[in-house]
């Protein structure tokens, strides 16, 4: 279409169409169905230490109660005013004080929790706690009660992972708020490990099997997930386009930890830097420990412990490790692989 003169009065009939709202798909479709994937995100990176000073201060003047969740948004730059790290996640860092609770709701939206800061506090989910130390990830499910409460005596920092963009998306928000700021007891913290955290459920039909069938696990500990790094680190050699990597997994089906969002760590061993990859998944990054540099796109950043990445669809990623270095993610190719849409490609 673009090499060939239009034929007269072909501007008069879009404009006449216009009022009715029919408009040519020729004129777009190359915008529309592109031959690799655009992004309207772009790379970017937040300095913990700098977005940790400001939610301090934000926790000076407003309460947990007040704010109900006291979060400094990250949102990507190139996505101003949409609450979005990438076109289909969010972002945000969270903070409670000691003594505070952030009340009880529950949502459509699907929720991760990965603790940057603090010993002590704890998610509840429909009544049950996950006593939350750093590194630790806690799932909130959709639709799951849950509320935060810090019993210790320091600031209980964590990073908010959620699928809000998408459920925006296709128009299906629903949220309720408990009356009361948290849900009364079910079970004793940890409950949910001893039962389904160990390669074991209860037997379908009996009285043990309390959590929901389709995700029972909500707490994947520190401790454990780096052990199982250390373990494959001490045997494996590093895959050249991820190092050391490990998916957690939903223990019902062995897929991805919710059905819109997968995380997973990586370990890269010191002097390692990995190949270029691409992968359809926007990616948002934390740096658990150690120091590197990565390049997204062929946009260069420094990462210190505890600094926050986000990688784009389709951009080209390589991280070299200048010390050893461990990596939480997550992203949204749970979502895209049941869509059939997840794809990557490794130089």
């Not at 006291?70 to 949102?75: F, K, N, P, W």
């Not at 050249?240 to 062995?254: C, M, S």
């Amino acid at each position: 279409m673009n090499h060939i003169a239009p034929a007269p009065g072909l501007q008069a009939l879009y404009a006449e169409m216009a009022p009715r709202h029919l408009f040519p798909l020729w004129e777009v479709l190359s915008a529309l169905v592109t031959p690799t994937p655009h992004s309207a995100a772009r790379p970017a990176r937040w300095r913990y230490a700098e977005a940790r000073d400001f939610l301090l201060r934000a926790g000076g003047l407003i309460s947990a109660e007040q704010a109900e969740r006291r979060v400094l948004i990250l949102e990507n730059p190139a996505l101003p005013g949409t609450s979005c790290i990438t076109p289909s996640l969010y972002a945000g860092l969270q903070l409670i004080l000691p003594g505070e609770v952030a009340p009880c709701h529950r949502h459509a939206q699907s929720a991760l929790r990965f603790v940057m800061e603090g010993d002590g506090a704890h998610t509840a989910v429909d009544g049950e706690k996950a006593l939350m130390r750093p590194f630790d990830l806690v799932l909130t499910p959709n639709w799951q009660w849950h509320d935060h409460g810090n019993g210790s005596g320091a600031p209980m920092i964590w990073l908010d992972g959620l699928d809000i963009p998408t459920v925006r998306f296709f128009e299906a928000s629903f949220a309720e708020r408990l009356d009361g700021p948290a849900h009364p007891e079910t079970a004793p913290p940890g409950d949910t490990a001893r039962r389904y955290g160990r390669n074991l459920r209860p037997f379908p039909g009996t009285a043990g099997a309390r959590r929901p069938a389709a995700q029972p696990l909500f707490h994947y500990p520190h401790a454990e997930w780096d052990a199982a790094l250390d373990a494959i680190a001490g045997t494996d050699a590093p895959d050249p386009h991820l190092g050391h990597a490990l998916e957690f997994t939903n223990p019902a089906d062995g897929g991805p930890v919710m059905p819109t969002i997968s995380a997973h760590v990586r370990r890269l061993p010191a002097g390692f830097t990995t190949r270029p990859r691409r992968s359809t998944d926007g990616t948002v990054l934390v740096v658990v420990s150690g120091a590197g540099t990565a390049r997204v796109g062929g946009e260069e950043m420094a990462l210190e412990e505890r600094d926050l990445l986000v990688v784009p669809s389709w951009h080209a990623l390589e991280i070299e490790a200048r010390t050893e270095l461990t990596l939480f993610a997550y992203s949204d190719r749970a979502a895209q692989e049941k869509l059939g849409l997840f794809r990557e490609a490794r130089e």
